[in-house]
């Protein structure tokens, strides 16, 4: 498991919570509230660090009425959490990509591990930058000459520019050197870059690897902690890295967020672009309870139901700084469980 992540343990009694009381009134949420006074039990959960504050603000309301639950959230990245998940260790696991259809889904098939696949929140990769660069807008090809396979040796924009132009791209970053401070490989983030960067096709392209690449450049400064790498864009007018949109929202003023070229000119994350899929880093963010688990323990059944009424879904999403899902998504990831556990 990585280290360097926060464990919590949640506690009943946070401030935030009469604040969220006062706002949903008695109900308990926007859809009504499934958790019961009176429960007892311990839920564990792990894996992803972007989907992990979701986990943490949905935990800290359902300990209001049922503070005799011992709830456990850590996020050491997706891939140490399904891990953990395939090997029954944890009750729910946060991911911020799908399972993998090989290994992972194997592995639980292989431990007899049920699971639903629950989509919860939307996000947007952010590529940033220190406030001090000039770096504005990559293209696809510019990500590629920076984070690609081919890319180990380059430490400025002038040699990536060179590779940007040899896969198509107009490579015309203004100059400066590179520090390269990403997720490592044990991070849904990670994941979730290469494949929404265009990068693989780009690989197969230029004849660097015969199928799609799964690896970015080797080499540089990895971490599983966001905040590790946004400290790494404060500390140097030459970092570039990326993280979650609502970790680089929170960076505040010495970071600065790159927009993104696809090919339909220069997009910004926002919430507004994330949300109608126009930024090209867009993503889903999922957890994935143990269905058996939750079919012999009350409280974790009741915790899942209550992460997916309005509190969970939309107000400790929006809490958090990520972007909640459609009304119809939210309809489909509540008849997903339903079905599951019916």
Not at 174 to 187: K, M
Not at 203 to 210: K, N, P, Q, R, S
Not at 246 to 262: L, M, N, P, R, T
Not at 269 to 278: C, K, N, R, V, Y
Request: proline letters at 5%; glycine letters at 10%.
């Amino acid at each position: 498991m990585a280290k360097g992540k926060r464990r919590v343990r949640m506690l009943a009694g946070v401030a935030v919570l009469a604040l969220v009381s006062a706002a949903c009134g008695d109900d308990g949420g926007a859809n009504g509230d499934p958790s019961a006074a009176g429960l007892t039990g311990s839920i564990s959960i792990s894996g992803s660090s972007t989907v992990e504050p979701i986990s943490v603000a949905v935990a800290e309301l359902f300990n209001e009425p049922n503070p005799d639950v011992d709830i456990t959230v850590e996020g050491p990245g997706t891939g140490d959490g399904f891990e953990l998940f395939c090997q029954g260790e944890i009750d729910i696991a946060d991911a911020s990509r799908v399972i993998d259809e090989e290994d992972e889904v194997l592995a639980c098939e292989e431990a007899g591990i049920e699971y639903v696949e629950l989509e919860v929140a939307l996000d947007g990769i952010t590529v940033m930058v220190n406030s001090a660069s000039s770096i504005e807008c990559l293209s696809t090809a510019d990500l590629y000459a920076i984070f690609g396979p081919e890319s180990e040796h380059i430490n400025s924009t002038t040699d990536a520019n060179a590779l940007s132009r040899e896969v198509g791209g107009e490579g015309t970053m203004p100059s400066q050197d590179l520090e390269v401070t990403a997720p490592g490989e044990e991070s849904g983030t990670y994941d979730a870059f290469i494949e929404l960067s265009g990068i693989p096709d780009l690989a197969v392209e230029h004849g660097v690897a015969e199928e799609d690449s799964e690896a970015l450049r080797p080499g540089y400064q990895s971490s599983p902690n966001d905040n590790v790498i946004i400290q790494a864009m404060e500390g140097s007018p030459n970092a570039i890295g990326f993280v979650g949109f609502a970790f680089a929202e929170e960076a505040g003023d010495a970071i600065k967020e790159v927009g993104i070229d696809a090919g339909d000119g220069c997009i910004t994350p926002t919430a507004e672009t994330i949300a109608d899929g126009s930024y090209p880093l867009s993503r889903s963010l999922f957890i994935y309870p143990n269905v058996q688990t939750a079919g012999e323990e009350e409280a974790v059944k009741a915790f899942v139901d209550y992460y997916l009424t309005g509190d969970g879904l939309v107000l400790a999403v929006e809490q958090k700084g990520y972007i909640p899902l459609p009304t119809e998504r939210q309809d489909a990831t509540r008849s997903a469980w339903e079905s599951a556990v019916s």
